[in-house]
T-cell receptor, first 114, second 115 residues
């Protein structure tokens, strides 16, 4: 079963605009990660935020985490056509015993129109 | 630095046939993962290796799926016999260790179509 659920499922914007994607999760986490997937580069890690962090920046990416609401958001500023991709949130979830598995949501499909 | 290598990139087979996927992780990465990704879904873990040991295979359908990582480097995932519902993308990933804060690096995947 999915740990994270992204919202919206699909988002279409114009180049230069900002894009915001949200992720909700169900169980306590020690970190949350965002990944991007497109046909050219496959699935790529973007950023990791720890449970004791509230906000993190990386280039044009800004991630927030609200553990009280079990939610995270990914903001892409000044979007480019090359940002067109599916974006997934993922977090470790107990898989049995002391094992953890990275559990992904269904993703948000972002389309940036030139 | 070379990334995670997978082959083949595409495979089309008829149901009940066997199929195998190969993965070579990033050099020095002890942890290797196999994921299954269905259309419109996020990847789901099938199995995780620490060196040559399968430390989490709870999600692997063991009646038809098998995997090995004999020398703790490259790995093979096999399906025998394949079913129509196995059509999906099979992703391999690696990380320096299984520590939950470690970034996972993914290969391009193998797109399997079962007819």
């Amino acid at each position: 079963s999915q740990q994270g659920e992204e919202d919206p499922q699909a988002l279409s914007i114009q180049e230069g605009e900002n894009a915001t994607m949200n992720c909700s999760y169900k169980t306590s986490i020690n970190n949350l990660q965002w990944y991007r997937q497109n046909s050219g580069r496959g699935l790529v890690h973007l950023i990791l935020i720890r449970s004791n962090e509230r906000e993190k920046h990386s280039g044009r990416l800004r991630v927030t985490l609200d553990t009280s609401k079990k939610s995270s958001s990914l903001l892409i500023t000044a979007s480019r056509a090359a940002d067109t991709a599916s974006y997934f949130c993922a977090s470790p979830r107990v898989s049995g015993g002391s094992n953890y598995k990275l559990t992904f949501g269904k993703g948000t499909l972002l389309t940036v129109n030139p | 630095e070379a990334g995670v290598v997978q082959s083949p990139r595409y495979k089309i087979i008829e149901k009940k046939q066997p199929v195998a996927f190969w993965c070579n992780p990033i050099s020095g990465h002890n942890t290797l993962y196999w994921y299954l990704q269905n259309l419109g879904q996020g990847p789901e873990l099938l199995i995780r290796y620490e060196n040559e040991e399968a430390v989490d295979d709870s999600q692997l359908p063991k009646d038809r799926f098998s995997a090995e990582r004999l020398k703790g480097v490259d790995s093979t995932l096999k399906i025998q016999p394949a079913e129509l519902g196995d059509s999906a993308v099979y992703l391999c990933a690696s990380s320096a260790s299984g520590y939950t804060y470690n970034e996972q690096f993914f290969g391009p995947g193998t797109r399997l179509t079962v007819l």
